[in-house]
């Protein structure tokens, strides 16, 4: 099976092509991503209205480099799919039209994917891919939240943010500190430069008891840290106050992530989403899980932000799985807003 996978839910445009076979590994042919970080840096975040016009520009140009790099031809997709949600309403509708139409021109099955879903899944494209079941934290964009897995589509909420997400509390904290957009690398790279004990920085609900999230609180303490330093604070304070801030948001994953271990019983975690390329993150929860006897996988780095590879393969899996029954025809709807784990219930 050869699925084509089309990513359009926010400001990154992915095409990519993958192969599952039976009893084998999924194996990505090649993908394509077209990132629109330049545009809409002028604006300080994304603009919604150019991101879906762009999205039209790059989805097919994008496609046609993709079957090109895996040697393919269009005969030889067997499935098309495409980010239903959650995401930008206009930049969804633009994937799910082409994705649409393209299968309809080919009269090949379609299917809409949950762009969570193929975050949480995408570590199966990975040198050292889990197994069911896992822990799965979830560190992408405006969401974060620890899920349990038992199997595809089998997903149990255990807990989430309140308010702020992770990568949020990475971007307003960047821009309170003058880094631009995109903000959270940003900061990460600053972070490297500097003392992540020099500012004590609130933990939010770190001894709450309960796998809940909440971060609003740190970007306030960060907001009033800035105040203290006033109008002109030192590339060193800078770089503490990034490094302190950093410490914070990955204290706070890595003791829910380890929490939620414990309270399943699971000795396998994964961490998807943007935010789990942080290389902070990735070292602190090596070490956690190394000291608790837990195995931790990640995406491949380049596979980290939204991709079309990780919607080929959450479709893919779907399929081969007896989730999902892909559809033939031209109707489509979009979900901007779509709960992970009612995704069956839909």
Known sequence: ????????????SGVALVQWQAAEPPRLLAHALYSQVDMHRAYGGVVPELASRDHIRR???????????AGSRLGDIDLVAYTRGPGLAGAL?????IGCALAAALGKPVLGVHHLEGHLLSPFLSADPPQFPFVALLVSGGHTQLMRVQGVGDYTLLGETIDDAAGEAFDKSAKLLGLGYPGGPALARLAGHGDAHAFTLPRPLLHSGDLDFSFAGLKTAVATQVRKLGLAPSAQQRADLAASTQAAIVEVLVRKSMHALRQTGLARLVVAGGVGANLALRADLNVACAKSGVRVHYPELHLCSDNGAMIALAAAMRVQAGRTIPERGLTFDVKPRWALDAIDGS
Do not use: F, K, N, T
């Open 93 to 97: 509708l633009i994937g799910a039209g």
């Open 1 to 12: 099976m050869q699925v084509l996978g089309i990513e359009s839910s926010c400001d990154e």
């Open 59 to 69: 989805v097919l140009p994008l496609a046609r480099q993709v079957l090109a790099e």
